[in-house]
T-cell receptor, first 109, second 117 residues
Framework: EDQVTQSPEALRLQEGESSSLNCSYT??????LFWYRQDPGKGPEFLFT???AGEEKEKERLKATLTKKESFLHITAPKPEDSATYLC??????????FGKGTTLSVSS | DAGITQSPRHKVTETGTPVTLRCHQT?????MYWYRQDPGHGLRLIHY???????DKGEVSDGYSVSRSKTEDFLLTLESATSSQTSVYFC????????????????FGAGSRLTVL
């Protein structure tokens, strides 16, 4: 069964304290892995797509990487405005993305 | 959420009543989706559409029906709402053009919060 697991469920960081979020997946026929950011009361907002192992994407303080079994979202020197829930999703030989349950990040100043 | 709007944004209803949520897009995308989001479960697919009058079930479709009579509109109907259908419902759209295509990215609406008493 296709599955996406995110860890940790919640992460508290001090401003400037770098860390990583994990997304592990078991999917047949991976066609892409997506990262989204979701703020309270809003819909998920697209961040990155990764298509093959070894690929990396960067945006400001965020960098996403992909291996054959997992993806990491690295957050370098986070700021309070990076506080949000980060969702991972996989696109496979089917018709809709499968989402993980998300990691809620809180960054305090 | 440019290009995709959901209505109503908030609704409170009673058990047993019918409810319809509407998703409207201005992007002319072929694919439209309805997800529900619940604490501890994440986003789960209810139904999706791959064209006018073409729809299929997702993993949590029981108790829900959908219709798509125009490219721009995708309706989600709860024929007889139950308390277990209290949730936040998200509509999403995608151009979806095949593997490794940036068009497979989902764009989400702002959500519709439904409370069934």
């Amino acid at each position: 069964e296709d599955q996406v697991t995110q860890s940790p469920e919640a992460l508290r960081l001090q401003e400037g304290e770098s860390s990583s979020l994990n997304c592990s997946y078991t999917v047949s026929g991976l066609r892409g892995l997506f990262w989204y950011r979701q703020d309270p009361g809003k819909g998920p907002e697209f961040l990155f797509t990764l298509y093959s192992a070894g690929e990396e994407k960067e945006k400001e303080r965020l960098k996403a990487t992909l291996t054959k079994k997992e993806s990491f979202l690295h957050i370098t020197a986070p700021k309070p405005e990076d506080s949000a829930t980060y969702l991972c999703a996989v696109d496979r030989a089917g018709t809709a993305l499968i989402f993980g349950k998300g990691t809620t990040l809180s960054v305090s100043s | 959420d440019a290009g995709i709007t959901q209505s109503p944004r908030h609704k409170v209803t009673e058990t047993g009543t019918p409810v319809t949520l509407r998703c409207h897009q201005t992007e002319n995308h072929r694919y439209m989706y309805w997800y529900r989001q619940d604490p501890g479960h994440g986003l789960r697919l209810i139904h999706y559409s791959y064209g006018v009058k073409d729809t299929d079930k997702g993993e949590v479709s029981d108790g829900y029906s959908v219709s798509r009579s125009k490219t721009e509109d995708f309706l989600l109907t709860l024929e007889s709402a139950t308390s277990s259908q209290t949730s936040v419902y998200f509509c999403a759209i995608s151009a979806r053009q095949g593997a490794n295509s940036g068009a497979n990215v989902l764009t989400f609406g702002a959500g519709s919060r439904l409370t069934v008493l």
